[in-house]
């Protein structure tokens, strides 16, 4: 069974170290799941790259590349796990997986380098959001030799496109937000608890999530989407605000509005299928901020 | 119980701290979730979001918070940790009670029903400050009590104070500074806190919306600088849509929407889209709406047109090609002329990738014309690479007939003006040309491949980096062609730094 802290943070300050070690809780106490698992991997396919490194040497420098990917795309998507490939061997399955290629291109008698993206969502393979991306010219030095320098320009690259907010808005639209959150949620009217944890997820009021579902009634199947807006958190989990939904037989068309039905649509027995999927992110800035105050005394 | 066993190794007063937090913990399970230990009060500062349920008729009020409940629990801890001797967690305690009965003092509307609210959390934070008075959050939160309760000075000494700290949440109190001089009508110190906080947290949108709000009261020709830092730090939608939406402000002078409009165009040669669907595109159309607009209108059109892939003569984008000198660098950022010519030479690349080299070569042809005063030495370049790549020799030769003058010409303004880094654009330009072409010639001949690349090596020292790794290949291969195998050995044995002289294509 995993665990995790159930105490405040605070606590640690309050009590010794080695006493707050002491408690601890289970996670299905307070029903709230970790962040979705995105395995990053690089994989150098260019012959001529390739070539010149034993399978040792490639595998260090693969492995290298896909801890800076992971560590890059956690500053900035941080509502997902992210795991480069290696650490991720053996663990639970991840929700969904970036792999990075060094690939030259084809049909051509000076083939240029390219880094290009590819995608899969729960082994499905997926468009990743953004284009190939030029990495050497055809006539350019393409470092196949110096490994060193390789590496130096591919982190560098690494860095510049993660920088790039067009290129994280694409990566986002096109891939980041198809992966789902949480199956379920829970309803306290009139917030929808979402069960992850809310302080992983970093999602500021300005992030959008989206609720896909279906639900039968009366024996006819009704698929409906619900667009939440997060505004605090409930036992750790992040507690959201409808600000849309939409199904043939519900409109509901205010920011914090409600209705009787949406319990029996989101819940069983009538739904048959549930996800919540991060639409639009915003990260919170300031973790320990609300409006102008501090809440947290650090 | 499993823990108890161990306890009797520890002090007893440590032991009697164990067991009664135990004892408290194991209430946690009792405690509805809104009281739950698993959340400080922290929670029920959701009041201070502005998205209240309450103020949509759908909507229903949400549990009464029970902040008697939550105060009792931290005297509890504030007694335990006094009785620990951890100064730390007691002025941690103070800290929570204090931010407890502020956020009660909130919910029940700052009145006079609040005051009693008001004046512990005075005392709470003034406690927690005796401890700790280098706490910037709590110095900030008392800030905020006095600010609610018209002490304004008070409120800005510690708000400042809070800012000169400069802790992890430095931009944050810097914003709540700004905030508190922008009420007060001191815009442009305003401003600048607003800066501080934008410039640490490029993240931050609020301090971002601050920033460029307070620059287009105040200072509207200021907002370029911070736009430019913007793209330049890969932010480039942000700087994109501010650009746009702030030509909506009435009153711009015309050096100010000319700026604006490239800082736009510039952000777009950054970004990755569907050319062919830019004028259906949300920007397309916020830019179309500036298509009337007298100081901008035709350089909006002219984007526009661009992007329809059909119109290549350089007179069609004349707005454009006028804005720009060839003599002078542009006060900051770059002149509108280049911006475009950023634009365009994206889009070539664009099409060259999707093996449309037709597209492309007009795309780097129409670049190179902008402007008849001054050939782009990196649309030349972009254009020769995609001659050589299509085996077009004599394509090759003929356009360094046409536009050798013209390099030549450009690259001795540049000298004049002592432009080093154009200098080394043409230089590399010229040199890879005339390699492609096999005219290895000497350094006494400037029309050749020696001469050029050597002016590019030379001008690379003198910018501190390397020049393109197939500059010293190119080099090293004319010195062999010329018999000048020493040489040659010598230019490939020097170290190279990774810092690469020059634009290289970032799309």
């Not at chain 2, 335990?80 to 103070?94: H, I, N, P, S, T």
């Not at chain 2, 390099?407 to 003006?417: M, Q």
């Not at chain 2, 690379?460 to 010293?472: N, T």
């Amino acid at each position: 069974m995993s665990i995790r802290w159930c105490a405040p943070g605070w606590l640690f300050g309050v009590v010794p170290g080695w006493f707050a070690l002491l408690l601890f809780c289970s996670a299905s106490a307070s029903g709230q799941a970790s962040r979705p698992v995105v395995v990053t991997d690089f994989v150098i396919e260019s012959p001529d790259h390739k070539s010149n490194f034993t399978p040792d040497a490639e595998r260090q420098v693969e492995l290298r590349i896909a801890t800076e990917l992971a560590r890059l795309c956690q500053e900035r998507f941080g509502f997902l796990k992210w795991v480069p490939a290696d650490a991720a061997a053996g663990g639970s399955t991840p929700a969904a997986q970036l792999t990075l290629s060094l690939k030259a291109e084809s049909g051509s008698k000076f083939p240029a380098i390219f880094l290009e993206y590819t995608a899969a969502i729960s082994g499905q393979s997926h468009f990743p959001g953004v284009q190939k991306e030029q990495l050497f010219g055809g006539f350019d030095d393409q470092l196949t030799t110096d490994h060193a320098r390789l590496e130096r320009t591919l982190f560098e690259k690494l860095r510049q496109q993660l920088a790039n907010d067009a290129f994280r808005h694409d990566l986002h639209e096109g891939f980041l937000q198809d992966i789902p959150l949480a199956d379920t949620v829970k309803l306290l009217e009139p917030q929808v608890i979402i069960p992850v944890n809310a302080e992983e997820l970093t999602a500021s009021h300005e992030s959008v999530l989206l609720v896909r579902f279906s639900a039968k009634l009366s024996g006819t199947l009704e698929k409906g989407v619900v667009e939440l807006i997060p505004v605090s958190e409930v036992e750790g989990s992040l507690s959201c605000l409808i600000q849309r939904l939409l199904s043939p037989t519900l409109v509901v068309n205010q920011t914090g509005g409600w209705d009787p039905k949406i319990a029996v649509l989101l819940q069983p027995p009538a739904v048959e299928s549930l996800n919540v999927f991060m639409l639009i992110y915003k990260k919170k800035p300031n973790p320990g901020t609300e409006g102008a105050l501090s809440t947290r005394p650090e | 119980m499993r823990h108890n066993a161990d306890l009797s190794l520890l002090s007893p007063a440590l032991g009697r701290l164990i067991s009664v937090l135990l004892a408290i913990f194991s209430m946690g399970a009792a405690i509805p979730p809104a009281m739950g230990w698993a959340h400080p009060p922290v929670q029920l500062s959701s009041k201070a979001l502005p998205l209240e349920p309450a103020q949509t008729t759908a909507a229903r009020p949400r549990e009464p918070k029970d902040y008697e409940g939550t105060v009792a629990r931290y005297k509890e801890s504030l007694r335990l940790a006094r009785q620990a001797g951890d100064k730390k967690a007691e002025a941690d305690c103070f800290f929570y009670l204090g931010l407890t009965r502020q956020q009660q003092a909130s919910a029940k509307g700052w009145g006079p029903e609040a005051q009693p609210s008001i004046l512990e959390a005075e005392q709470y934070y003034k406690q927690a400050l005796a401890i700790r008075p280098d706490s910037a959050s709590t110095l900030n939160n008392l800030a905020q009590l006095y600010l609610r309760t018209g002490r304004k000075q008070e409120a800005e000494e510690l708000l400042k104070k809070a800012v000169a700290l400069g802790d992890s949440k430095q931009a944050f109190y810097a914003k709540n500074y700004g905030d508190l001089l922008t009420s007060d009508r001191d815009s442009q110190r305003a401003q600048q806190y607003y800066e501080l906080a934008a410039k640490s947290q490029p993240e931050n949108a609020e301090a971002h919306e601050k920033l460029v709000g307070s620059y287009l009261t105040v200072n509207p020709k200021g907002l370029g600088e911070y736009l430019w830092g913007l793209v330049k730090s890969g932010q480039v939608l942000r700087a994109q849509d501010t650009a746009i939406s702030s030509l909506d402000k009435e009153g711009l002078d015309i050096p100010t929407k000319e700026e604006l409009l490239t800082i736009a165009a510039v952000s777009l040669s950054k970004q990755y889209y569907n050319p062919s669907k830019f004028a259906d595109s949300a920007t397309g159309s916020r830019l179309a709406r500036f298509v009337e607009d007298p100081a901008i209108g035709p350089g909006v059109s002219q984007i526009l047109l661009l992007h329809v892939g059909v119109s290549f003569e350089p007179s069609r984008y004349r707005w454009w090609g006028q804005r720009g000198k060839p003599d002078l660098d542009p006060p900051r950022g770059v002149w509108p002329r280049d911006g475009f010519r950023q634009l365009i030479r994206t889009l070539g690349r664009r099409f060259q990738r999707q093996k449309d080299a037709k597209l492309a070569e007009q795309y780097y042809l129409l670049s190179m014309r902008l402007d008849q005063q001054e050939v782009d030495p990196e649309a030349s370049l972009a254009l020769a690479d995609l001659y050589v790549a299509q085996g077009r020799i004599e394509d090759l030769t003929r356009m360094l007939e046409q536009y050798a003058p013209s390099l030549f010409h450009g690259k001795g303004i540049a000298y004049r003006r002592s432009q080093a880094e154009k200098i080394y654009e043409y230089h590399r330009t010229l040199g890879v040309i005339y390699s492609y072409l096999g005219r290895w010639g000497s350094s006494g001949e400037p029309a050749s491949a020696i001469f050029q690349l050597n002016g590019a090596v030379e001008m690379a020292r003198e910018l501190g980096c390397s020049p393109e790794p197939r500059i010293i290949n190119f080099l090293a291969e004319a010195y062999r062609k010329t018999n000048q195998l020493e040489r040659a050995q010598r230019l490939e044995q020097q170290s190279k730094s990774d810092k690469i002289c020059g634009a290289k294509p970032s799309l």
